[in-house]
């Protein structure tokens, strides 16, 4: 009976699907154990091999989880809102809901036919208005809370406002923006209702405000940082520039410190959080005000190293810094204004990066030193950013690598604190009564008391005070796009009011364009029908807009990052149609036991998440702050690319021997236009751009090809995989020729998950030869082999052994080692000739995990009705691995003649005795007498003479 790998996986696949073998009930006697996969964005390209590398671990971790009888959820949906649709849409006209279905449905094709043992019940879309309804609620949720330092959580801003009203804000601790006004009770009550809301906007956990932004002309959209490489948009490699616009943001930075505490009792990996403690970026340090001459004006500092004050020798901003337009002199305006539009084309990303250019401007204006009130020079330079910390740093040349390497290039004198400075110490004694001396840190005062001192200095001065800042940021949430979700905001006289959640969800308009409009708004600008009618409450024709009872909408749309922000929590009642989440279901699940992703989601996706849940912890929504209790990032499997040799200014190319010495441009070649032996398919080759229709082609031999006179030679490299490089290895093709069961493995067989990994096609044949061998030890071509035979312990012994191990690797996700477990295991029973079911059922549930076709099609033989999926894990006996008897080496004068085996606990005298009595020792003795024999209990025999 042959092993036909396709219609074993296709009944079994179809089953599944019938029976909703995986399905998870929100309520269960059995403990619950939550998998999930990073939310995947459905592509045109759909999957290459290295997409499902993840989902196969997490798939072989639930499996696993079923047999030892845990009742698991694993789901699986679409992060389905997103820019490479609305592009598609703009190139040809297409709704991007159209392309977006059809690329999901080319994924769950393929998905399905890998064998992963999703939950299908419950996908979830993020562009499904009935999910983003709830994406919506929650922004609604942010938008009426504020935070609140005294109790360190989110509250209801309606306790805001009565605070507000019978107190005012000057005794209120809350998390808000920098430049709030003092008001007292009687100045709130007698704001009008417009001002109240804009004062409101300042405390609100989601708010309108001017903030730089990644601008992206040609794609008419802001952009997150990680959608941007090298100074330009990933997708079209187009220019992006510094822009302020008013945009939706996120106050993530209230967040801040419970992001960093909360890392301590999650079981992520620890570069992952390194990641994140780097972004949030926490220091302490001192808040210092410098005045600028001749203005109302100050700068405001944070620096971690108060105690260098007296080394500040000039000031530099931010070339986006409110103050730069403010204080710059006419004669340097020029310089300032030219230099400003430079850096809006760098990135923030680029800026921070870039420690050997050295650029900047004088502004002309100068700030007072706070102790000696000698004047600084203020300066501008891209390598301060206007979005972290103030925007402004005092520089200390002597102290700061970066800040010396400033001065020494634009000639600003560098002050040494350590051989003192040009002013006196008596004027920093005697100045407004401060105490503070320069002699305090030129005479060894340690570096906490001097900071301590400078601190204290500061606030006699009432010029700063003791603080801890953060880098983390708060998050724009606005993108100008189509394909996203609407925001459920209209505008009253300028101010943003919410949609009651009882009209959401507030659907995306139809567009004739996709593109912004000619008056630069967003694409919902060219909505003809995107107005809200508060009586009516719903969305009406524009042309009803009269800002009585019709309003204007939101134009911006929400970040791909706002419905995966919480998709986790969806799955876990994913159709309730009118809660978020049943509480029932909420507290059943709690939280993800395993999560499986990459890792470059570590600060957008896996940050911005962990904010979400902990507001909605604080709201009493979900029942746990953290979400993933355990994450696991698997590495990346790479692909191995072809590259063609073109000699430069000719259409010719020369095979890769004959690259030496020649000047020649490496050009990608589709990797299915070379065969194993790296020879190219020419024809194939000219046939794919029309610019090589007509090339020269010259063989390792240096021969004009022309028929199969010689053959042209690739080079090969590995890369990541990718469309662009033309390495993709499509998995319908592997599943084709050698099934999905062998994919499965060989993806697993290839290396640690973590770890990045090439990929070779030619290595698969070895593991689809192992699941041939495995069939075979189960059937033949009279059908099934297995019996009733008692298991021998030899048998035995193979079976524990690979319990073990398969046990050990799957909790440790060491699954590549488990795949070598059994071939080993396979090996071995195929030379005992086992066809004991004792042995062989119990194997199936092992192998069932990786290879789940093969195990439930030879499960279904042996008998079994139900799934494979629902028997139990094999338990394993440490008694079948410990040895009862010993295989001895019978030696004469160190000549090994035979074996003889004989039980583990005989004395050394017994052993003398069996080996003496046995016929094959008498026939090699002769009737002699030995002289000596030796015995090594448990090892060796000798016998001498």
């Given at each position: ?8 996986e ?28 990073m ?78 043992s ?12 009935n ?9 609604i ?11 360190d959580q ?13 107190e ?20 709130w ?26 601008w992206?002309?040609a ?66 340090g ?65 800026r ?10 004088f ?67 005697s ?20 900071t301590?001192?400078?601190i204290?200095a500061?606030?006699k001065?009432?010029q ?29 006289n ?33 909505a003809?029908v995107?107005?809200?009618?508060r ?47 049943s ?33 909605l912890?604080?709201k ?54 070379v065969?194993?032996?790296d ?13 090589y229709?007509?090339?020269i ?34 998995p ?86 488990s ?34 076709h ?11 009705d ?5 028997a139990a894990?094999?338990?394993?006996d ?25 039980p ?17 020792t008498?026939?090699?003795l002769?009737?002699?007498?030995p002289?000596?024999?030796?015995v ?10």
């Amino acid at each position: 009976m042959k092993y036909n790998f396709n219609e074993i996986e296709a009944k079994w696949q179809k089953y599944w699907a019938a029976n909703q073998t995986f399905k998870a009930e929100n309520h269960s006697e059995k403990p619950k154990y939550y998998v999930l996969d990073m939310f995947p964005y459905p592509s045109g390209a759909g999957l290459h091999v290295g997409h499902p590398l993840g989902y196969i671990a997490s798939d072989i971790y639930a499996r696993y989880k079923r047999h030892q009888g845990f009742n698991v959820l694993h789901p699986q949906g679409y992060d389905s809102f997103g820019l490479p649709a609305e592009q598609y849409a703009i190139q040809t006209g297409q709704h991007p809901a159209i392309t977006t279905a059809e690329n999901i449905k080319t994924y769950r094709r393929q998905l399905d036919q890998i064998g992963f043992s999703f939950d299908w019940s419950r996908e979830v879309r993020t562009s499904d208005p009935n999910y983003y309804k709830w994406t919506q609620w929650i922004f609604i949720q942010l938008f009426n809370s504020w935070y609140n330092k005294d109790t360190d959580q989110a509250e209801d801003i309606s306790e805001l406002i009565s605070v507000f009203a019978s107190e005012g804000n000057t005794h209120i601790n809350a998390v808000c923006d920098d430049a709030v006004d003092a008001f007292s009770a009687e100045d709130w009550n007698g704001f009008s209702s417009k001002k109240q809301q804009g004062i409101l906007l300042q405390y609100r956990l989601t708010y309108l405000a001017e903030t730089e932004v990644n601008w992206c002309p040609a794609l008419g959209t802001v952009l997150a940082n990680d959608e941007m490489v090298n100074g330009v948009s990933e997708r079209g490699g187009h220019p992006v520039i510094r822009k302020k616009m008013t945009q939706w943001s996120m106050r993530i930075s209230a967040y801040a410190e419970r992001l960093l505490q909360g890392l301590n009792k999650i079981d992520w990996s620890d570069s992952l959080k390194e990641s994140q403690r780097n972004w949030i970026g926490k220091s302490v340090g001192a808040s210092a005000e410098f005045k600028i001459v001749n203005s109302d004006s100050s700068i405001s500092v944070f620096t971690t190293r108060p105690d260098t004050i007296f080394g500040v020798s000039f000031m530099t901003l931010a070339p986006e810094h409110e103050l730069v337009s403010k204080i710059t002199t006419p004669e340097q305006k020029e310089a300032v204004e030219a230099y400003v539009i430079a850096t809006a084309k760098r990135s923030e990303r680029d800026r921070m990066a870039d420690v050997k250019t050295i650029s900047g401007a004088f502004t002309g204006a100068y700030a007072e030193h706070p102790f000696s009130k000698a004047p600084i020079p203020i300066w501008i330079g891209d390598y301060v950013l206007a979005g972290y910390g103030t925007g402004a740093v005092m520089s200390v040349p002597c102290g700061d690598q970066r800040d010396y390497d400033f001065a020494k290039h634009f000639n600003i004198p560098i002050p040494n604190i350590f051989d003192g400075v040009d002013v006196s110490e008596g004027a920093f004694a005697s100045k407004d009564n401060v105490v503070l001396k320069n002699s305090d840190f030129l005479n060894g005062l340690s570096y906490k008391k001097a900071t301590v001192k400078a601190i204290g200095a500061l606030e006699k001065l009432n010029q700063g005070e003791g603080k801890t800042n953060y880098r983390l940021r708060d998050a724009v949430f606005s993108r100008q796009r189509y394909w996203g979700e609407p925001f459920p905001v209209y505008y009253v006289n300028g101010m943003p009011q919410m949609i009651d959640a009882e009209h959401l969800p507030v659907r995306l308009p139809e567009v004739e364009k996709y593109l912004p409009t000619e008056t630069g708004e967003p694409p919902l600008g060219n909505a003809t029908v995107w107005a809200w009618d508060r009586h009516k409450a719903e969305v009406v024709s524009n042309a009803l807009i009269d800002h009585e009872r019709v309003f204007p909408l939101e134009l911006n749309t929400m970040p791909g990052w706002a419905g995966s922000s919480w998709y986790f929590n969806r799955y876990m009642d994913a159709h309730n149609e009118t809660e978020f989440a049943s509480q029932d279901a909420l507290s059943y699940w709690k939280d993800v036991d395993l999560y499986i992703g990459g890792s470059e989601h570590a600060t957008g996706h896996l940050l911005y998440s962990r904010f979400w849940q902990k507001f909605l912890f604080d709201k009493g929504i979900v029942p746990v702050d953290e979400y993933a209790k355990k994450l696991i990032n698997q590495g990346m499997i790479l692909g191995t690319s072809a590259f063609v040799y073109r000699v430069e200014g000719e259409n010719k190319f020369v095979s890769k021997a004959l690259i030496a010495g020649q000047s020649v441009q490496a050009i990608h070649a589709d990797v299915a236009f070379v065969n194993a032996s790296d020879e190219l398919d020419i024809e194939a080759f000219r046939n794919w751009r029309e610019e090589y229709k007509d090339a020269i082609f010259i063989g390792e031999k240096g021969l004009v090809i022309e028929g199969d006179n010689d053959v042209y030679k690739v080079g090969r490299e590995v890369e990541k995989m990718s469309k662009s490089k033309y390495n993709v290895v499509n998995p319908d093709d592997i599943v084709s020729e050698y099934g999905a069961d062998s994919l499965r493995l060989y993806e697993m067989f290839l290396g640690p998950l973590e770890q990045y990994k090439p990929w070779n096609t030619a290595g698969i044949s070895g593991v689809h030869s192992f699941l041939k061998k495995l069939w075979k030890l189960y059937v033949d071509d009279s059908g099934l082999k297995v019996n009733d035979t008692q298991p021998t312990k030899e048998g035995l012994k193979v079976l524990h052994k690979t319990i073990k191990k398969v046990q050990e690797d799957i909790e440790g996700f060491s699954f590549n080692t488990s795949v070598s477990t059994f071939m080993i295991a396979v090996n071995d029973l195929t030379a005992q000739k086992c066809t004991s079911k004792a042995i062989l059922e119990p194997l199936l549930v092992l192998i069932s995990p990786y290879a789940p076709h093969i195990a439930e099609e030879l499960w279904s033989k042996l008998g079994h009705d139900a799934s494979i999926s629902t028997a139990a894990f094999p338990e394993f006996d440490q008694n079948h691995l410990v040895e009862s008897s010993k295989n001895y080496p019978i030696s004469f004068n160190g000549k090994m003649r035979f074996t003889l085996e004989l039980p583990m606990d005989m004395s050394k005298e017994d052993i003398e005795k069996a080996v003496l009595a046995n016929e094959k020792t008498q026939e090699q003795l002769g009737g002699r007498t030995p002289k000596k024999v030796i015995v090594v209990p448990g090892k060796i025999v000798n016998i001498v003479g």
